[in-house]
Nanobody, 119 residues
Framework: QVQLVESGGGLVQPGGSLRLSCLTS????????MGWYRQAPGKERELVAT???????DYADSVKGRFTISRDNAKNTVYLQMNSLKPEDTAVYYC?????????????WGQGTQVTVSS
């Protein structure tokens, strides 16, 4: 039922910027906490940022001050603006929708988009 369609990944130089987009269905967008996660080779998937339906946000320490998560309710889209990119930001980035339902957290994931930061 959940559809998460990502776009915006690519290759950028250190210090550059990139904006990721995640298009969702309206029903999911309004009832789930949206977020971005990333997974680098050999590492576990880690939280990057989250945003609630009320636009409360949270960020990983490693991206605070550089990344900004936002949402467009009219377009059912969540964005991740990434500035001052570093090679350590290289990873597959996943859009996530999360909701507590009947005592269980349901997680839905996008297909992932590759972000590569290199000279």
């Amino acid at each position: 039922q959940v559809q998460l369609v990502e776009s915006g990944g690519g290759l950028v130089q250190p210090g550059g910027s990139l904006r990721l987009s995640c298009l969702t269905s309206g029903s999911i967008f309004s009832s789930h906490v949206m977020g971005w996660y990333r997974q680098a080779p050999g590492k576990e998937r880690e939280l990057v940022a989250t945003i609630t339906s009320r636009s409360n946000t949270d960020y990983a320490d490693s991206v605070k001050g550089r990344f900004t998560i936002s949402r467009d309710n009219a377009k059912n889209t969540v964005y991740l603006q990434m500035n001052s990119l570093k090679p350590e930001d290289t990873a597959v980035y996943y859009c996530n929708a999360r909701r507590l339902w009947l005592g269980v957290f349901n997680n839905y994931w996008g297909q992932g988009t590759q972000v590569t930061v290199s000279s």
